[in-house]
């Protein structure tokens, strides 16, 4: 490394051998009054954590940062549910679940998961149709939704 000491009359560039013995010598002089040391260190790399989502976070689109995934569960015989995961907390989740209903006559919920946060649950196969809405919507962007299932 290569070290700068900043003084009032002059500047000196030193190696690492250099700076260790004149912190050495200025430990043991005393200080002038008119003259101040400042040590600084330049060409040091502070390694920092790599953040691979920082960009994804930084951007305003909704739901940049995580998918939201569309999956269905088989109930019994013909019978299934449509749930949808992923949404941003910002977002009405009753709203949504409303427009749903209406637009797909359908019934609906919504449930509070312990790891997942809220779910949209739709009666019947609705993966398409729910897909095609949140697209429409401006809530998600075609790439940004998973569909699972069958």
Known sequence: HTYTLLSSPSIEK????????????TEQLPL??????Y???LDIQVPSAFDPFAEAQESDAPGTKEYIHVRIQQRN?????T?????????????????LKKDFCCNGNVVQDKELGKII?????????VSH???????????????HGF
Do not use: P, W
């Not at 030193?14 to 010598?25: A, H, I, M, P, V």
């Not at 649950?121 to 149709?129: I, N, P, S, V």
């Open 14 to 25: 030193l190696n690492s051998k250099d700076f260790d013995r004149l912190q050495e010598r």
């Open 77 to 81: 015989g013909k019978k299934s549910l």
């Open 39 to 41: 040590m600084v260190e």
């Open 83 to 99: 749930t949808v995961q992923g949404l941003k907390k910002a977002y009405s989740y009753e709203k949504i679940l409303k427009d």
């Open 32 to 37: 002038q009054s008119n003259q101040v040391y």
């Open 133 to 147: 809405f949140l697209v429409q919507t401006g809530i998600a962007k075609k790439e940004q939704i998973k569909i």
């Open 121 to 129: 649950q739709l009666q019947g196969d609705q993966r398409k149709k």
